[in-house]
């Protein structure tokens, strides 16, 4: 399982010849946020798209982003020099087609581990995970996708309640399994606490010991969360560590008793 990618494929190339992969007998889980600022997402894309069944991806929020900007009118993009070596690409279609299936979360009951781009609200287990992300993978997958993807931004609500409905239901939805950090009690998000754990506003916690929570047998591994770094605490595992930011890129070993570390350094950023 890797970490954050976020268009650093040079590390991406280092990391698979480290775990020796080999596409004919090995899988790749990749805990989403694939492009965006690392300068070489449009090889990113097409390498993991290329490796079919050989490699599972949950969509972060770089990902989202990408899908929503991608089919908005070009002049209404934001100005992205790395994204923009996607929307002209021959093959951006095709990319984007791919990438707007992916799943929110994904579980393998052989291995009881469960994926997700940044966390879970503290009251779902793992089958309301599981049937709050297929909530939004329908909508992407469905004819009027488009619709969604413009409705999807805002941090209201703050978080999920099971009194939600329509588009508001899906944003929390969306926001829980790709933004999360730290949330209170109730589940709502602090949006704006992006530090390690102690720099949050007081009242919130990190996403994974919030008093109270559900109880949780399932180990869940996630990313998105650079600032907490490589983390291994009671069944929860935090993949980034920050390669786009200078870190390290790293991935994890799954179907052992005590998963294996595997890392490879940050190259400098070019274009």
Not at 244 to 270: D, F, M, N, Y
Request: hydrophobic share 40%.
């Amino acid at each position: 399982m890797i970490g954050d990618v976020q268009g650093c494929w040079a590390e991406l190339q280092a990391l698979l010849t480290k775990l020796a992969f080999n596409e004919g007998s090995d899988q790749l889980w990749f805990v989403g946020d694939l492009v965006n600022r690392g300068s070489h997402s449009l090889e990113v894309l097409r390498l993991v798209k290329s490796l079919g069944d050989s490699a599972v991806v949950v969509l972060g929020n770089h990902d989202l982003h990408l899908l929503a900007e991608f089919h908005k009118k070009p002049k209404l993009r934001a100005p992205n020099q790395d994204l923009e070596r996607i929307y002209t690409a021959e093959d951006a279609p095709e990319l984007l087609a791919w990438l707007r299936l992916r799943p929110l979360a994904h579980y393998d009951p052989n291995l009881d581990f469960m994926m997700v781009h940044a966390g879970l609200h503290p009251d779902w287990d793992r089958a309301l995970t599981l049937r709050a992300a297929r909530r939004v993978e329908n909508k992407l997958r469905a004819p009027d996708f488009e619709k969604f993807l413009e409705a999807m931004y805002g941090n209201k609500p703050a978080g999920w309640a099971p009194t939600l409905k329509g588009e508001e239901r899906l944003r929390a939805i969306v926001n829980t399994l790709t933004r999360i950090r730290f949330c209170d009690i109730k589940g709502n998000i602090a949006f704006d606490d992006k530090g390690p754990p102690g720099t949050q506003t007081p009242g919130f916690y990190p996403w994974f010991v919030v008093p109270g929570m559900v109880r949780r047998q399932t180990r869940v591994v996630f990313g998105h969360w650079s600032s907490l770094g490589r983390m291994d605490l009671g069944g929860h595992y935090c993949l980034d560590t920050g390669a786009v930011w200078g870190g390290q890129l790293s991935a994890i070993k799954l179907g052992l008793k005590h998963p294996r570390w595997i890392e490879v350094a940050a190259r400098p950023r070019t274009l």
